[in-house]
């Protein structure tokens, strides 16, 4: 996993060559104190209708209401922030998440991501 104590991380998935991409999930912590809110930023170096250039998703959300416990207390395993979009070709994935969990607040002071799948179909 992906764990970091900064206040915020780009995490970055390079391809040697374009891939198509057409869905991306990003898997939270099943940790509260460990967990991101919403995922800043994903951008992604495309070209589309063989122009170059960046595409991106702004605050991609959590569901924390699916995700949390009845009881209100804990996260379930397995659950992602997913985002699905017409297929593009893709180089490279930026992916920019805050870390608000901080120790004074009874955080643990990092953010844990457990898992990231890009989503594409294989180049011919």
Do not use: C, H
Request: proline letters at 2%.
């Amino acid at each position: 996993p992906f764990k970091f104590f900064d206040k915020q991380v780009v995490i970055t998935m390079t391809f040697d060559d374009y891939r198509t991409l057409k869905a991306i999930q990003i898997y939270n912590s099943k940790n509260e104190d460990s967990s991101f809110l919403n995922v800043n930023k994903i951008e992604f170096d495309a070209k589309i209708d063989g122009k170059e250039g960046v595409v991106y998703i702004k605050d991609l959300a959590f569901n924390w209401d699916r995700a949390m416990f009845e009881s209100g207390f804990g996260v379930r395993a397995a659950y992602s922030a997913d985002a699905i979009f017409e297929e593009m070709l893709v180089k490279e994935v930026r992916i920019t998440i805050d870390n608000f969990n901080d120790v004074e607040s009874g955080y643990s002071g990092y953010v844990e991501v457990p898992e990231i799948y890009l989503i594409g179909i294989p180049n011919a």
